[in-house]
């Protein structure tokens, strides 16, 4: 940020009173820039016991697989970001079931959050954001062509769990150098 | 936002190509605004089976009892910013036994995030932010005085799986009318 958001003045990096990390804080207005981590939000999308994937049509990682997901909104709760994403992603209504994951990336500033979600029907289909929606069974997951590595891992969790026949939920982080980042 | 955060110009609220969503875009140099929700993250902070609250020394909610939280800051994990601000706030040092409750709050745009946390010492004492921390029976806790209502339904879940011996994970919304915002 170089410019205040609210009168154009050009802003100071800077700790502002009471604070302890430096901030863009507005010499003219006083506005204060306080940049948060953002979450993504998406669901591992089961029917009938297959895993519904999406190949990506869009960069990073274009042509890899991925579980839908995508920046939650405001005006939104993290259920309903997930829902939405795969409806975007994939054409198919679900319904979810319970929070699996959620994994923190310090170093993008982003938490990943999936959900154990099942579809209402086979329907399904490509869309803008993925060049091919499909379902997979389990033994089936292409794991050398996941795009991100939180849906690597939250997909680990998820065969782990689906073998032991109860699911929890999962707490874990990524660090640097494992990771790719999903921009907006 | 009114101005663009990149170069200073007058920024347009129009939807973007290839988006849903109103957003501010600025026409000089096609910054786009992603305004997304913010995680405040926090603890459970018991102490041989005692629960450390603070009671508020700022605004909102002054002088009320609060469990210690609050924004989650870039580079951080959600654990580590929830330990972060129990020592900002409490003067005390814990460790995260798991994650226990995440609470979307559509409204104003927010994710609350409680772990269950055990103090390592009985080490604590008022700060800046809280003009006295104590530690409280579970059948004292001040219901009556709690700050916020993700506190409030918090500590109702962490009581019932008290009594049932066992410590799930909650997750949960608050909608309008039914919350106080706490703001940075």
Known sequence: MRYCPQCGHAVNMTTPPGDNRVRA???SCDFIDYDNPRVITGTIPLYKGKLLLCRRNIEPRLGFWTLPAGFMENQETTSEGALRETLEESGSVAICKQAFSMISIPHINQIHL???AE????????TEESSE????????????ELAF???TKTLTLFIEDHKNGTYGFHED????????????
Chains 1, 2 share one sequence.
């Open 25 to 27: 804080v507005c010499p």
């Open 114 to 116: 999936f959900y154990i």
């Open 119 to 126: 579809l209402e029907r086979d329907d399904f289909h490509a």
């Open 133 to 144: 929606v499909a379902l997979f069974d389990l033994k089936d997951i292409p794991w050398d």
């Open 149 to 151: 590595s939180s849906v």
């Open 173 to 184: 982080t990524i660090h640097l150098n494992n990771a790719y980042d999903l921009n907006q």
